[in-house]
Each structure stands twice: as C-alpha cells, then as structure tokens.
C-alpha cells in the first residue's frame, strides 16, 4: 500500500516563527501535493510539484513555499507564520497520469498547525 | 476553470442505496471526474474515477450523464462506516476540492 506520512499530526507555533511541515511518499510518485483545509472551505491547493526541484503555484501560495530535492519528500515552509495560518495541512502524491490529468491521490493524515 | 456542485449534506437509511449527485456543467472534454471521501479526522480516500462510461469498482458505482454535465456516486448498501464528506472533483492541470457533500448514515 502507498503510504504517505507527515511529520506531526499536531503543531502549535508562535506568530513570526520559521514553520516547516515535511512529507514523505514511499511509493515513488512524481506528483506531490500541499493543502489546507479549513471549516466551510473545503480543501484548497497550496502547491504542487511534479519532478525534484519543481513546483507550481495552487490557488493559495502567499505566505508559503515549498522545497522538493527529493524525489521522496515534500516540504512545506511558512516563513513567518500568521494566526490566519492555523489550520489542517494536507500533503497527498500521485503518480504521473500524463497530458490529461493527475491519478489518484494518496493522502496522509494531516497535521494540524495553530499559530499562537 | 471547471468547478463542481454538490449538496452540502444528505442522509441515507443503513442498507440503503446511498446517491450522491455533482453537478459539473463547465467541464471541458479532457477532464476526468473523481470522487473521494473524507472520514472525520483522516486525510481523504479515493474512491472512483471516470471520463466518459459508468464505472464500477468494489466501493462504488458511477454514474456519468451522456453530456458529461453531471455525475452521480451510488454506494450500493450503505453502512454505518460510509458516513463521511464525499468530494466530486474535475482535474485538468490541478485538483479543485470544494466542501462537498456530508453523507450521515442513519441506523
């Protein structure tokens, strides 16, 4: 089975810190993906990346960024991190599925962030 | 870019059939829909996916309108553990969650 693990399932943090959010994918898809998902909004896209050392920007990329050197591993990053900022982060991967889409995801089981 | 429309919550008497409709009307020719669910406290699960045909797997049947503006997701027998929040999703370049429909079985 795919298996998709994040660092923390809960993380309190200070307004102004340097938050970092990893993921790990053992299943060597080349698609990796960040969420946040928030009461009333459903999940939204932060990034994504398609290959080690590439990335897209989804619908909500201000205040973030993202780092992928390997293949493996998806980080997340908040620079300095905001109360508007707590919420459930969700990092899935998915295999190539070519011109006319992504393939399924494999979620992991979120990390919930509050920023004090 | 194509989004979808689900009913915000539906409930569904156990054994039941369970039919959850998605309303795409914007989507393009290349766009599959996916469905997947969320169990409180989990990331989401996949589910099923199609183009154009009715598809079927051992979670779920399919349902694709001929001019691909709507779809329906049928669990055939409900259970207990199939409450949950189910997206209907487009992809193209990116995946494009909204809230979803909250599904309650009811015993």
């Known amino acids: 089975d795919v298996k998709v693990t994040q660092s923390s399932r809960y993380l309190v943090k200070r307004t102004g810190e340097k938050v970092f959010l990893e993921c790990v994918q053992d299943m060597d898809h080349e698609n990796m993906f960040w969420y946040r998902q928030d009461p009333g909004l459903g999940l939204r896209l932060i990034y994504f990346?398609?290959?080690?050392?590439?990335?897209e920007k989804g619908d909500i990329p201000e205040g973030y960024s993202v780092s992928r050197e390997k293949k493996e591993r998806f980080s997340l990053i908040l620079e300095s991190a905001s109360t508007n900022q707590t919420s459930m982060y969700l990092c899935?991967?998915?295999?190539?599925?070519?011109?006319?889409?992504?393939?399924?995801?494999?979620f992991g089981p979120g990390t919930r962030l509050t920023v004090l | 870019d194509a989004k979808t429309t689900q009913p915000p919550s539906m409930d569904c008497a156990e054994g039941r059939a369970a039919n959850l409709p998605c309303n795409h009307s914007t989507i393009s020719g290349n766009e599959y829909v996916y469905w997947y669910r969320q169990i409180h406290s989990q990331g989401p699960q996949y589910i099923i996916h199609g183009l154009k045909n009715n598809e079927t797997n051992e979670m779920a049947s399919l349902i694709i309108t001929e001019d691909r503006k709507s779809s329906t997701l049928i669990l055939p027998h409900a259970t207990l553990r199939d409450t949950a929040v189910y997206y209907c999703?487009?992809?193209?370049?990116?995946?494009?969650f909204g809230t979803g429909t909250s599904l309650t079985v009811i015993p």
């Open positions: 899935a991967s998915s295999l190539e599925a070519g011109y006319y889409g992504i393939d399924e995801q494999f």
């Open positions: 990346s398609y290959d080690v050392k590439m990335k």
């Open positions: 999703i487009l992809t193209g370049n990116q995946f494009y």
